[in-house]
């Protein structure tokens, strides 16, 4: 009897989707989900007559698997992945796969690689971003483990992969946990995307007063420009034009303003703070979903604290169009957080990233699939040692000729008492990194006279460190010599 090709453990919407998706590519499928109720009712609706073999114990999942296995975990984080991995493990012999398609953090990935490998079995940690229509017909995937693993699993990954101009969005990330890495670090990046458009999405509302069919047409609009032409700007401009059958309102005015998270906005934000690497928006981004959180608390604030109350009282469409110009800055800050972010941890952990490569593969089937992104692949295309996306040229310019309506549209906002804490993030994140002075030199300074931290000096070296004895005046500053404290 015929054995399946691949298998897929864990039929939840992304695992039957992705189980259908390589079914369709002409690879059978073995599927197996803990609880079989799971199971029978996906046969019956979606797996009938389909190249899709129905098992029920984890012995028979892999025993219906032809050798060497390749078998695609789609469980959530955690515990739960250990568990599997723990029930398969003592079934597979050498040479057989297991791909963790989940979002598992980077650093359980490499734990998981170090100990099936040394066991003689092969072990991806593999980031899935398009959600379950991309998971479906095409998502964008991010493998990393061994290049010999990729090269055996690489036939059936670039057939289910969106297909883009310039090929399938899928490629080989790096050793280890690369490819969770570069999936958190892509999420970190969507929570910047989404809170930026939100932003704007107020400011529209809130100062100029659009509603519902005015908002879906201006982010119809948007989403034909050059710039902003992404899925997210696609799905808003959807999203504006449904109306709730019960209230007859916009059903986006009657969804509570409390946003959820799963993690792995957090996790980028922590790693950045671990590895010295700036990225404000994304910080934002993360924390405008915890005050989102507080709603009680909100709403009985804002019966103690009053703020402005006046709308906007220029011309609505130079002030839409200064909107846009200001979305479009701040997501380059965005982005270029992110690919900063990429590019130290590629130093840090060996990963040796290809960041155009990266953005070529996020070009489809991800969340944050969007024109612009052939501009970053080019970008780094043209320059793999590029320090800052801001400095790409054709980026550079795109600030430079709007910067005038990105401060206009946060002076705007202050004046009107709107948060933007994600727009204003970005402006702050460009005007620090364009400063060739910022004021951390009475940082430093305050750091000696307390702690004897030491500072350098502008008319030094770098690499000289100097001590003051801030209190005794008539004494004179000490060269260290060494590190600082």
Not at 172 to 181: D, K, N, Q
Request: aromatic share 8%; glycine share 10%; with cysteine.
């Amino acid at each position: 009897m015929s054995k399946q090709k691949f298998g897929v453990i864990g039929l939840g919407v992304m695992g039957e989707n992705l189980a259908l998706n390589v079914e369709s590519k002409g690879f059978p499928v073995a599927v197996y989900n803990r609880t079989s109720s799971v199971t029978e009712n996906f046969m019956a609706s979606r797996g009938s007559g389909k190249q899709v073999k129905a098992t029920y114990s984890m012995e028979d999942f892999v025993a219906a698997l032809e050798r060497p296995r390749r078998i695609l975990l789609m469980v959530k984080a955690g515990g739960p992945v250990d568990a599997v991995i723990g029930q398969l493990k003592p079934l597979l012999q050498e040479g057989d796969m297991i791909v963790d398609g989940g979002n598992s953090l980077y650093e359980d990935t490499e734990r998981r690689t170090k100990d099936l490998e040394s066991a003689g079995l092969a072990y991806m940690g593999m980031g899935v971003s398009g959600g379950e229509e991309g998971a479906l017909n095409g998502p964008s995937l991010m493998p990393g483990g061994t290049q010999q693993a990729y090269k055996d699993l690489e036939p059936i990954l670039t057939k289910i992969a969106a297909q883009v101009d310039d090929g399938p969005c899928v490629t080989y990330i790096g050793p280890g946990g690369a490819g969770h890495y570069v999936k958190m670090v892509h999420n970190g990046i969507e929570y910047g995307d989404m809170q930026l458009i939100a932003e704007a999405y107020d400011l529209l509302k809130s100062a100029v007063g659009l509603e519902g069919e005015q908002l879906h047409q201006v982010f119809s609009e948007w989403n034909t420009t050059e710039e902003l032409n992404s899925f997210l700007i696609e799905i808003t401009a959807d999203i504006f034009k449904y109306t709730d059958p019960d209230t007859k309102k916009p059903l986006v005015e009657v969804i509570m303003d409390a946003a959820g998270q799963k993690g792995t906005g957090r996790w980028t934000v922590i790693n950045a703070l671990e590895l010295g690497v700036s990225i404000p928006t994304i910080t934002a981004a993360v924390n405008a979903r915890v005050m989102s959180s507080l709603k009680d608390e909100r709403v009985a604030a804002s019966q103690e604290l009053p703020g402005p109350t006046a709308k906007y009282d220029g011309d609505p469409k130079a002030f839409i169009n200064k909107v846009r110009d200001a979305l479009y800055c701040s997501k380059i800050c965005s982005y270029a957080q992110g690919m900063g972010l990429l590019g130290k941890a590629s130093s840090e952990f060996g990963y040796q990233l290809n960041l155009s490569e990266t953005a070529r593969i996020w070009k489809g089937g991800c969340i944050i699939r969007a024109g612009f992104l052939d501009k970053i692949k080019t970008a780094f295309q043209q320059n793999p040692g590029l320090p800052n996306l801001l400095l790409a040229p054709e980026f550079k310019q795109t600030i430079l000729d709007r910067q005038s309506a990105w401060r206009d549209v946060l002076a705007t906002a202050n004046q009107l008492g709107i948060p933007v804490p994600a727009f204003s993030a970005s402006l702050d994140y460009f005007d620090s990194y364009r400063r060739d002075r910022l004021p951390q030199n009475l940082t430093q300074a305050q750091r000696d006279y307390f702690g004897a931290h030491t500072y350098e000096r502008v008319d030094k070296p770098r690499g000289e460190f100097f001590h003051t004895e801030w209190t005794k005046w008539d004494e004179q500053t000490q060269r260290t010599g060494g590190e600082p404290a």
